[in-house]
């Protein structure tokens, strides 16, 4: 009777633990897409600024 008994507490054990390997996962996963977007937002804003750049040397050249 001890043998089983070990068994399905074993058996909990590991599914405890994938549990909370799941959860560090998705916790790590959520703030991956965090610097994702943040990122994303930082390239659009530096391409913002270098068309602006781009654009007001392009003036500067066409009115010499």
């Given at each position: 009777m001890f043998w089983p008994m070990f068994a399905v507490a074993m058996g909990f054990a590991g599914l405890a633990v994938l549990a909370v390997f799941a959860v560090?996962?998705?916790l790590e996963a959520r703030l991956l897409g965090r610097q994702v977007t943040?990122?994303?937002?930082?390239?659009?804003?530096?391409a913002q600024d270098l068309e602006r750049a781009a654009a007001s040397a392009a003036r500067a050249v066409d009115t010499l």
């Open positions: 560090r996962v998705f943040e990122s994303a937002r930082r390239i659009d804003r530096a």
